[in-house]
């Protein structure tokens, strides 16, 4: 009898159950031998990365010549890279030089230069020494041996720096300037040096104290013989005391330095010779004081409140100083002449003295107050020179608008 019905299906569950299972079995079969392929491959990677890379090969053809137009100081080094320094490698990280004063060592690195470079200058060498160098190459896969050792070599001293004849020739000029006039000036033919306001106002203030019955003061700034501005200020005093003797007003110069002082001494006695009254010096009126900067300028005030100086002439380098010593002389009245390169200082002098000699016409003053012929030769060859450059520099500029580079290149320096 045929079986229908909810019996039947009693029946066939457990062959249900089993083709399920099997049906379920053979994806996991397909899942199992998948897994040992891909672990094969990456088992096989692992191996290649832990293999490491050899050594670089190393570099060649070292060659070491003396730098040209030095003074013996550097040594320069020249190879052909290693076969394996190639663009997009990095089996070749840098080159180490080394250097030797005997070819079997002690070796010692002196400098390094980084992949694909193929020259270096070694500047630490002593001038006249022999020296013997080689060069390795350093990678990731270590340090390989130099092929050879180059050497002696030493690095000498040259005459001439011949990337710098345009400067010989600049020079040559100028001094050929100078001598010219310095010659010109011997001879009788002093240059013609424009006068100055404040030039002229050094002799009134000193007439001003002559009326008044007063010293004058003059401070030759406050720094010691090796500075350009004393030295000037020391020549102006000259004439400055020239002028005192001829008007027989006393004057005062306090000094820093011991040197500045023992020719401040001499240069106020060669005033008064040269106005005929030797007999009228005053060994007191050049002193000593101090090369302490506040410890000066507290000297210098008090002599102005104390003597009352009807005049103020300050010729020479000052600092922070030149405002207390200006504002103190203002505030007794004085008549105050100043002069000074110091283009930081020059705006309190502006202010607080009646007449300021500005940069460099404080050589100027002391050229054309003493008619020196050396100092005027100088004075008007310095001119001469700045026209010249003045000429070269707008010259330069026209060339290179015209895309003309001959003066440019004639300039140039190393």
Known sequence: MPQTGPRLAVRLAPFAMLVVLLASAHPV??????????????????????????????????TVKDASNDAGRALELQWVRSPDDLPGQSLVTQYRLERASAPSGPWTVVDSASAGSESRADQSVTRDTDYFYRVTAVGPGGITPALSVTGPVRATSQWINQTRWSVLILMVLFFGFVLFFISQAQAGKVPFVRRIPGIDAIEEAIGRATEMGRPVLYVPGILDIDEIQTVAGLVILESVARLTAKYETPIVVPVTYPIPFTIAEEMVKSGYLHAGRPEGYDPN?????????????AAVGGIMLRDRPAAHIFMGAFYAESLLLAETGFQTGAIQVAGTANVHQLPFFVVACDYTLIGEELYAASAYLSKEPKLVGALKGADLMKITILILVLLGCILETANIHVLTNLLQTQ
């Open 285 to 297: 009126s050049v002193r000593f004081v101090s090369p302490e900067q506040f410890a000066y300028t």
């Open 29 to 62: 079969q397909a899942q199992g031998t998948a897994a040992p392929d891909t672990v094969l491959a990456d088992t096989t990677a692992a191996t290649g990365s832990d293999v490491a890379p050899a050594a670089p090969r190393p570099p060649s053809k070292l």
